[in-house]
C-alpha cells in the first residue's frame, strides 16, 4: 500500500462527480483546485510555453492537467523515475517523514498510461527517469507552469534547476509539500533557490509554493 502523504492541512478526498475522482491520496481536491487556478491564470494570460509536471506517479493531478489543456496548443509533459522514491538526503530528515522509504509510492508507466486512457485525455510525453539523469533537451524549451511533487530535496531542486531558464515570462511554478513536516526537503529545495532566483510573487496555499516568475 503507498504510503498516504500527511499534510498540516485538512484533506478534502469527497469526489462530488466523475470527472472530480482522485486516482490516488497524494494530492486532495482543494489542492487540485488551487493548482488548476494557477494554471487557468496562466492560460488566461496567454504566457506561452508548455506545461509540465515531475513526480506524476498514477497520474492524479495529470488527469486534471490534461483535461485544463485540451483546448490548447500546449503540451503536457509527465516525468517519473517509474520507480517510486530515490534514498533521502540529510536535508528530507525528519522524525515526521519517516513513512517515506526508498521505493515508496512506485506507480508503472503501464498504470498511468491505462489511468490516462481511462479519463480520456490526450496521451502527454511522459519520461522515465530520475531527474538527475534528465538532460536539458529532455524538457520543453518554453515552459508556461510547472508543478513539482518528487517530495524530497534533490527531486525538487534538479527539476528547478533544469527547467528555471525555460520558464517563460509570467511563467508559474507549483511545488507540493512545501508546508509538509513530514517532507522538509522540498521547502529547503525552494527556498534554497529562491534566495538566488529572482521572482515576481511566492506564497503558500494548503501546502503548496505558488511561484509567480
Ligand atoms: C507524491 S508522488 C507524485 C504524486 C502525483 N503528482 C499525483 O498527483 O498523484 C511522487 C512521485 O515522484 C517520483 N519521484 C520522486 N523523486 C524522484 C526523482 N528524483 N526522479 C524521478 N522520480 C521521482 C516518485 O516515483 C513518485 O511517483
Given at each position: 500500500m503507498p504510503v498516504k502523504k500527511p499534510k498540516t492541512t485538512s484533506r478534502m478526498r469527497v469526489a462530488t462527480t466523475n470527472t472530480n475522482r482522485?486516482?490516488?491520496?497524494?494530492?486532495s481536491l482543494s489542492e487540485i483546485n488551487i493548482i488548476r487556478r494557477e494554471l487557468a491564470r496562466v492560460l488566461d494570460g496567454h504566457v506561452p510555453g508548455d506545461v509540465v509536471e515531475f513526480g506524476?506517479?498514477?497520474g492524479t493531478t495529470s488527469v486534471f492537467l490534461a483535461r485544463d489543456l485540451a483546448p490548447t496548443s500546449k503540451t503536457l509533459y509527465l516525468y517519473d523515475s517509474f520507480e517510486g522514491l530515490p534514498d533521502k538526503t540529510?536535508?528530507?530528515?525528519?522524525?515526521?517523514?519517516?513513512?517515506?522509504?526508498?521505493?515508496?509510492l512506485l506507480a508503472t508507466k503501464a498504470q498511468l498510461i491505462k489511468n490516462l486512457r481511462a479519463a480520456g485525455v490526450k496521451m502527454p510525453v511522459i519520461k522515465k527517469a530520475w531527474f538527475s539523469d534528465l538532460?536539458?533537451?529532455?524538457?520543453?524549451?518554453?515552459?508556461s507552469f510547472a508543478y513539482l511533487d518528487g517530495d524530497y530535496y534533490r527531486s525538487i531542486l534538479d527539476p528547478l534547476k533544469l527547467i528555471w531558464n525555460n520558464l517563460a515570462p509570467g511563467a508559474t511554478v507549483v511545488v507540493d509539500d512545501y508546508a509538509n513536516e513530514a517532507l522538509p526537503g522540498a521547502a529547503r529545495a525552494v527556498d534554497g533557490w529562491l534566495k538566488n532566483h529572482q521572482i515576481e510573487s511566492f506564497r503558500v496555499e494548503n501546502s503548496l509554493a505558488i511561484i509567480h516568475t
Open positions: 482522485l486516482l490516488s491520496d497524494q494530492v506524476c506517479y498514477v540529510g536535508e528530507d530528515a525528519s522524525p515526521a517523514g519517516e513513512q517515506f522509504k526508498t521505493g515508496e538532460a536539458p533537451s529532455d524538457v520543453p524549451p518554453e515552459i
